[in-house]
């Protein structure tokens, strides 16, 4: 899941992997903790399968805090030039990340697979994150296949409950089961906004008559 996350967010723009590891948590939040560990071997992965290419960032100059004294901000500036003369630029490059047509195709291959974490809820999440991609036809199935999903995990929890007799484990079976009612609804609500917007769609490019 951490490619298909990478390369949807690729699809926006080229990113190096700082901003990459920055973007997967303010857009997946507490439910992906992304390390570098992690997250340079799959961009390497996504490199050799041709899905992404490195490219040039644009170079971002080091920032040289004031020192609070004439005399302090003088001598960093004179340091400045001087690296600036060594190196030949007194700028940073970093190598950036961006997605290619295999990656395109790569991408909207896992955006739509049903075989691998079916049930997993950092997947479901995933690809919430990046259905806006999807036509509205398959964004409805994504949502509707998570709703069977849930429809049944409800089914085996409210059966599970029925039979405990000890009342901790039951309450534990409850507190999930309501976890589980509550994400229902909420696809519920999701499934019905889809079907209204491709509802108004339709109308808007209905000929009149």
Do not use: N
Not at 70 to 90: I, Y
Not at 96 to 102: D, E, F, K, R
Not at 177 to 205: S, Y
């Amino acid at each position: 899941m951490l490619e298909l996350a990478v390369l949807g967010l690729l699809k926006d723009q080229p990113l190096h992997g700082y901003e990459l590891k920055k973007r997967l948590g303010e857009t997946l939040g507490f439910l992906w903790g992304v390390s570098y560990g992690s997250l340079y071997p799959a961009l390497r992965r996504l490199e050799r399968a041709g899905a992404i290419a490195s490219v040039p960032a644009a170079p971002s100059p080091s920032p040289t805090p004031s020192t609070g004294s004439l005399t302090g901000d003088l001598a960093a500036a004179r340091l400045r030039t001087m690296a600036g003369r060594l190196s030949g630029s007194g700028r940073r490059t970093r190598k950036a990340y961006q997605i290619t047509p295999a990656g395109e195709a790569l991408f909207a291959e896992l955006l739509l697979d049903d075989e691998t974490h079916g049930d997993d809820e950092k997947s479901f999440a995933v690809k919430l994150a990046f259905c806006r991609h999807l036509a509205p036809a398959d964004r409805l199935t994504l949502l509707e296949r998570r709703r069977r999903v849930l429809a049944e995990r409800l089914e085996r929890q409210l059966h599970s409950r029925a039979a405990r007799d000890d009342r901790y484990t039951r309450s534990l079976v409850e507190h999930r089961t309501r976890a589980t009612q509550r994400d229902l609804e909420w696809v519920d609500e999701l499934i019905t906004a889809e079907q209204a917007a491709r509802g108004d769609a339709r109308g808007a490019v209905r000929p009149a008559v």
